[in-house]
């Protein structure tokens, strides 16, 4: 059997690239890559995202790149699955994203002008309304997507009925209502549970309510203090290591003990 062989490489480099997405599609292809669907993709592709995510965020540029080429395959991925039902393809995506960014910057590429950021937020959302028929939101949470993380989601919820006024005008009712939820989850526990994955939702919910009010970023905060949970246990194993202790022997009292003496060191350190 003929093997297919690599694209050209004097070819630009998205056409490499698309030449050998094909490749593995086809039938003599890859049996991973021919077996892939829109759904089946959907966790990686998320999974791509977040990494270009914490490429940028670890400021390594090395890294960035590569993420941002693995990012990069899932868009050309998917739109060779749908080139091969007849739906679309590459081009036409990038065709529909060119003709979207020119028409929503009308202060770029027409006589409009915009003196800032803000500005430019509000006519962005006059021309989505405007693509959209001009036709009126039913509901002021129209237009978010369920597909965001929960977090994010959770947060723009909440802001889109701040908007309409549906909100507290300061931080202490929010705390209450979070002090409120967490009684119900420790209700819902003594119950027998039943509830309890509603009633953790509401919990977590009211606690991206707080954050919003506090104008602190949610996903940010979450990710700093698992990050800092990540440092300390690493500490700690390093320390049981040091002293010979195998922690799955030892009692959770013992090892609390060794977490409170990696704080205390951490924060000499300061």
């Not at 237009?143 to 994010?152: D, E, M, N, T």
């Not at 194993?237 to 013992?254: N, Q, V």
């Amino acid at each position: 059997m003929t093997r297919p062989t690599p694209p050209d490489v004097s070819l630009p480099a998205i056409e490499q690239l698309k030449l050998v997405v094909a490749q593995l599609r086809a039938p003599d292809g890859c049996p991973w890559d021919k077996e892939q669907t829109h759904t089946s993709l959907r966790a990686g592709l998320l999974e791509e995202a977040y990494e270009v995510v914490a490429a940028i965020d670890a400021k390594d540029d090395l890294n960035l790149k590569e993420e941002l080429g693995d990012l990069l395959l899932q868009v050309v991925f998917h739109s060779q699955i749908a080139q091969e039902e007849g739906r679309f393809d590459l081009e036409a995506v990038a065709a529909g994203i060119v003709e979207k960014l020119v028409r929503r910057h009308p202060h770029v590429f027409e006589e409009e002008t915009a003196l800032d950021s803000a500005e430019v937020l509000v006519r962005w959302e006059e021309i989505k309304k405007a693509e959209k028929g001009g036709k009126a939101q039913v509901s002021a949470l129209d237009g978010v997507s369920p597909g965001l993380p929960s977090l994010q989601y959770a947060a723009k919820i909440q802001k889109r009925a701040a908007q309409s006024g549906f909100d507290w005008d300061a931080v202490i009712p929010v705390l209450e209502k979070v002090r409120e939820e967490l009684v119900e989850v420790e209700e819902s526990l003594k119950e027998g549970g039943a509830t309890l994955e509603e009633e953790l939702g509401d919990l977590m919910f009211s606690v991206v309510n707080l954050t919003r009010k506090l104008e602190i970023d949610a996903e940010v905060a979450l990710h700093g203090a698992t990050q800092k949970f990540s440092r300390r246990f690493q500490s700690v194993e390093a320390l049981a290591a040091e002293r010979g202790i195998t922690m799955k022997e030892e009692s959770l009292e013992f090892l609390d003990l060794l977490w409170e003496e990696v704080k205390r060191r951490a924060r000499e350190q300061l």
